[in-house]
């Protein structure tokens, strides 16, 4: 079997093996090496599959099991990021943690974990991706114990994962018995002359169960309690990470349905057009910012939807998820970031005045919010552009109208944080976090501009993204 070909995937999971040993036999106050340890993993990673991208044809691989194609391979490189920016914002923030270096070591697993999902090309790869990405999100969630609200924001996570892990287990087990195979490649042709009982049946069990990891409706309710509760590096991670491995693990099994007989591109459409709404509605009467970035991350998932039912009838439909994802991530960082920064200050009155005491930290929350609106030149206007475009090519002009409807929503309620934050005095003192979290927040800020500046090239790299098989 080519193990050269998944180098990059690999070295992830050599990379927690390290921390691990790290952690094990260093001292409590060289806890820290853990963070430089599993940043040199996520750049070596990031190498091997950015050289990957521009060297291998998009392919199946371990039979038939792993794909290399392009829009893995993106969400891959875009997980790793995350990673490396949580990595930074985790040093300073766990510091009176005698025992944190095997927090490092729980983010690689997690994010190997949500690399799998975004890869596997087999039904029992999926499952097994999203219990890697579970169980490493459960114990990072409430990573705090003596914490009530990082305690139940855990309990919360896990409660709702369990279920809908055993729902996902039952589609793919439905898929399984249509059939006579996990390989995708041969689960799709198998499909076409199943039951349209079994299909509707496996297609909505796989839907609830990979919504839980996109955090969109009817599984979104752990994401404002792990946002608010949970250590702010690791709200900040499990916001973001598991969702984009899902994205595209979710696009990947979904294509293998017949449209005919089941219908899950209006499955689909009508679960974004519910998540946005959900989400947005949600986060007009939020007063704790990081509740109200947990809803946004609602909302966010809906609009991430949109791309799915264009899958096949839009030629935008690969590129703007992988793009629009990758604005998201950015985003979300550098909004957390400069929660962290902050010390995990978290009612919206805490924010007034910022610009005029900390006017970077109030410059990087402003630009995230706004590219979560999609104020050009940042990052996520050409996220959203892309998306109602695939929308409209492939039918479902109605739900880009629905997602136009959502984000003027949305723009409000970002709008109360902004406002405050510019526009009233400043206050006596705001204490920062330190140096690692500052370099996480600056890193983050400075790819929602990047990514909206260099839009067009890095979407003409897209172009090309497929899904397989």
């Excluded at 999609?374 to 552009?385: E, M, Q, S, Y």
């Excluded at 984000?407 to 206050?427: E, N, Q």
Aim: proline share 5%; glycine share 10%.
């Amino acid at each position: 079997m080519p193990v050269g070909e998944v180098a990059g995937e690999i070295t992830v999971v050599l990379g927690a093996a390290a921390v691990v040993v790290t952690a094990l036999f260093t001292g409590r106050g060289r806890q820290w090496l853990g963070a430089p340890i599993a940043l040199a993993t996520c750049v070596v990673s990031a190498a091997l599959i950015g050289s990957r991208l521009a060297t291998t044809p998009q392919k199946l691989t371990w039979e038939g099991a792993w794909a290399l194609d392009h829009a893995a391979g993106w969400a891959e490189l875009v997980i790793l990021a995350v990673t490396a920016i949580t990595v930074l914002l985790s040093p300073e923030w766990l510091a009176t943690d005698a025992r944190h270096g095997e927090w490092y070591a729980l983010l690689l697993l997690s994010a190997a974990g949500a690399m799998t999902i975004a890869s596997a090309a087999d039904s029992m790869e999926l499952v097994l991706g999203v219990l890697l990405s579970s169980v490493t999100g459960y114990v990072l969630a409430a990573y705090h114990r003596r914490s009530a609200l990082a305690v139940e924001a855990g309990a919360k996570y896990f409660l709702v994962g369990a279920l809908t892990n055993t729902l996902l287990l039952a589609g793919v087990v439905l898929m399984f018995g249509a059939a006579g195979t996990t390989l995708y490649a041969e689960t799709g042709p198998a499909l076409a002359e199943a039951s349209p009982t079994v299909l509707v049946g496996a297609a909505v069990l796989v839907t609830v169960g990979l919504a839980f990891k996109l955090g969109a409706v009817p599984a979104h309710a752990w994401m404002p309690d792990v946002s608010q509760g949970s250590p702010a590096p690791a709200a900040a991670f499990l916001t973001v990470v598991p969702k984009v491995g899902a994205i595209v693990g979710l696009a990947r099994v979904l294509a293998l349905f017949p449209d005919g007989a089941v219908g899950w591109r209006l499955l689909v459409a009508a679960t974004a057009a519910l998540t946005m709404t959900v989400g947005n509605l949600s986060a007009l009467w939020q007063d704790d910012l990081r509740r109200l970035l947990g809803w946004s991350s609602v909302s966010q998932a809906g609009y991430a939807l949109m791309a799915v039912p264009a899958l096949g009838r839009s030629e935008a439909a690969v590129p703007a998820l992988v793009f629009f994802v990758t604005a998201y991530a950015a985003a979300q960082m550098a909004a957390f970031g400069v929660v962290t920064e902050l010390r995990g200050r978290t009612a919206l009155h805490d924010y007034r005045g910022l610009g005029g005491r900390r006017p970077a930290l109030a410059l990087a929350l402003g630009l995230a919010l706004l590219s979560f609106v999609g104020i050009p030149p940042l990052a996520g206007f050409a996220g959203k552009l892309l998306l109602f475009t695939a929308a409209i090519d492939s039918g479902y002009a109605w739900l880009a109208a629905v997602a136009v409807v959502n984000t003027v929503i949305s723009l409000f309620y970002y709008m109360r944080v902004i406002g405050p934050m510019v526009l009233d005095p400043a206050p006596a003192s705001v204490p920062v976090l330190g140096r690692w979290a500052g370099a996480g927040t600056a890193a983050a800020t400075a790819l929602v501009l990047a990514l909206g500046v260099a839009a067009q090239p890095l979407l003409h790299a897209a172009s090309g993204a497929r899904l397989l098989p």
